[in-house]
């Protein structure tokens, strides 16, 4: 008779070895030695065998003290040897275990009925102006959503009948398969998860424990939102199947275009014609603000186009915070089309007493292209 191998050298443990112990390394072994990793090879084969048969014993407190005390003979008569359960490759009860625990919960928890199926989580687009914006707003949205069924209040059953539990998942509201080395765990299909089978469905919804129905919702739109703002309704989404929990309602916004303004988080633009004159000789101009105050931004002398002037928190508010951004006014210098004989000879007037410094910059550039020409000549 061939010599059989001890158990705990199979396993690669102590004879000390505890429970978990020898379990991480049963583990190990038996995904190395597994027949589905090693096709073809019967050394591998028996090894996995072996493997089995040595953690079926060690992990059965009362077959390792026999075990431990008479060695492989505790097991000649009819004992372990004869029940086989150890023996073969069929016994997949502790490989469950093993893609539990690498693969979570996707594999594992059976037993447990499935999780309820939350409701839809649903969008609505809003257009506002940026004076709501500004300022807030309360309104209120109509919405075509599915809500709870009011005659079976969700349960999907007709009022006044009951369910009976699940043929095929045994009420667990999961079904196990395997596939080779696989365990694949899935909601059952004929109960869709709930553990049981409605008898008569609700005539109301179909045994959906939901209806679709219009609903008017109130909504409060901060100051300082900014598009894509997203606003969130708690439960106020889709229903759940057979009276899981809703989902959410999601609100985004969307600014309008404003006359004026335009906006970049929290700061303000705008452009405003000056005259030649403002721009030459300096002034203010005044501004009708979102908040109705008027915005005085004063025009220092000799300003140029395109210049920006900046006013600090006369912008748009911070949304759920304090304060405000700041207004930037970009000035553009209109040249005037038309001009009376006598505003015609005051500029000729002007234009006669004129030494080039009033407008150091075209001076300059005209003193550049002078250089520059000279440089070709030469």
Request: proline fraction near 5%.
């Amino acid at each position: 008779m061939a010599m059989q191998v001890d158990y705990y050298e199979l396993l690669e443990v102590e004879k000390s070895a505890d429970g978990k112990t020898l379990k991480s390394a049963y583990r190990k072994l038996a995904m190395q030695y597994h027949p589905d990793r090693n096709p073809g090879c019967d050394v591998s084969e028996a090894k996995f065998k072996a493997i089995n048969e040595a953690y079926d014993c060690l992990k059965d407190p009362q077959k390792r003290a026999a075990y431990d005390r008479f060695g492989h003979e505790a097991f000649q008569q009819g004992g372990y040897g004869a029940a086989g359960r150890g023996a073969g490759a069929g016994d997949f009860g502790d490989l469950g275990d093993i893609f539990e625990t690498i693969f979570g919960s996707a594999f594992g928890g059976a037993g447990g009925r499935a999780r309820q199926r939350r409701g839809a989580d649903l969008r609505y687009d809003m257009e506002i102006s940026l004076d709501d914006a500004f300022h807030g707003k309360e309104t209120q949205i109509e919405v075509e959503v599915s809500t709870q069924c009011d005659s079976c209040e969700g349960s999907g059953a007709q009022p006044g009948t009951g369910t009976r539990g699940c043929g095929t998942c045994h009420g667990h509201g999961k079904v196990t398969t395997r596939q080779g080395f696989f365990v694949v765990e899935r909601t059952c299909p004929q109960c869709h998860g709930r553990g049981e089978i409605i008898e008569s469905p609700c005539r109301s919804c179909g045994g959906e424990g939901r209806v679709d129905k219009a609903q008017k919702l109130d909504v409060s739109i901060p100051p300082g939102v900014d598009n894509g703002t997203r606003i969130r309704l708690s439960g106020k989404g889709e229903a759940g199947p057979m009276g899981a929990p809703p989902g959410d309602l999601y609100i985004f916004l969307q600014i309008r275009p404003h006359r004026v303004f335009q906006r970049e988080g929290t700061a303000l633009y705008t452009r405003v014609p000056i005259s030649f004159t403002v721009a030459a000789l300096g002034g203010s101009i005044d501004i009708p603000g979102l908040d109705g105050e008027t915005i005085v931004v004063e025009i220092p002398a000799g300003i140029q186009s395109g210049k920006q002037l900046r006013k600090r928190g006369a912008g748009m508010p911070v949304l759920q915070g304090r304060g405000r951004g700041d207004l930037v006014t970009e000035v553009m210098v209109e040249t005037p089309t038309k001009l009376s004989a006598r505003q015609k000879e005051l500029l000729r007037e002007f234009q006669e007493t004129e030494t080039g410094e009033e407008c150091p910059e075209s001076r300059g550039f005209f003193d550049r292209l002078k250089d520059a020409w000279n440089d070709l000549t030469e």
